[in-house]
Every structure is written in C-alpha cells, then in structure tokens.
C-alpha cells in the first residue's frame, strides 16, 4: 500500500505563496501519474492540479495561473507552488495519483489563507 506523505501547509495572508511538498511511501510503480486534491471546509475534495501521461500539466480553473505543479522524477516527488492566495484557496490539500487517486488518502497538509 502506498501511503502519501505531505508537507508545507501553514497559515498565510492573502495574496501570499507556499511551496507543498509530497513523498509517497511504500511500493509506488516507476513514474507515477500524481496530481493534487484539495478538501475545503463543508465542500468535495477535488483534483487542482495533475500531470498527463504526456507530462502536461492541467489545473483547475480556480487555481489556473496561480497555482503550479512540477515534479522530481527521481524521488517520486510531487510539488505545488501556490502563489496569489485567497481565503478560497484554504483546505487540507492531498497528493494522490490523478486523475484517478487509487492510493490510500494521506493526512494532508493544511493551508489556511487568513489576514
């Protein structure tokens, strides 16, 4: 079973950037096709930004030109970049395969957008 492991949530002001960070444990396939979820309070998790088989990326409409995801290939890494955040961007945020997340769900890592 693959476990995700994520990092780099915290509290920021609107209009302000973090960098998260996942590192799946366990047995993962070489190269996995991972992306990034986003639950935020009383709504549905929900894939914000995820690579395709032909290593581009795609995002979610909402986060489209702010938020960028990039990874290292190496490690089996997966970041995002999230600049220019706003209190609708506050959720616990996952890293799971994408589109379809068929590994077990992490903790997350919260980010919450707050003045």
């Known amino acids: 079973q693959v476990y995700p492991v994520e990092s780099g949530g915290g509290l920021v002001q609107p209009g302000g950037s973090l960098r998260l960070s996942c590192a799946p444990s366990?047995?993962?396939?070489?190269?996995?096709?991972m992306g990034w979820y986003r639950r935020a309070p009383g709504k549905q998790r929900e894939l914000v930004a995820r690579?395709?088989?032909?290593?581009?990326?795609i995002y979610a409409d909402s986060v489209k030109g702010r938020f960028i995801i990039s990874k290292d290939t190496n490690k089996n890494m997966v970041y995002l970049q999230m600049n220019a955040l706003t209190p609708d961007d506050t959720a616990v945020y996952y890293c799971?395969?994408?589109?379809?997340?068929?590994?077990?769900w992490g903790q997350g890592t919260q980010v919450t957008v707050s003045s």
């Open positions: 366990g047995r993962i396939e070489r190269h996995p096709m």
């Open positions: 799971n395969l994408a589109p379809t997340p068929l590994w077990a």
């Open positions: 690579f395709t088989s032909a290593g581009m990326t």
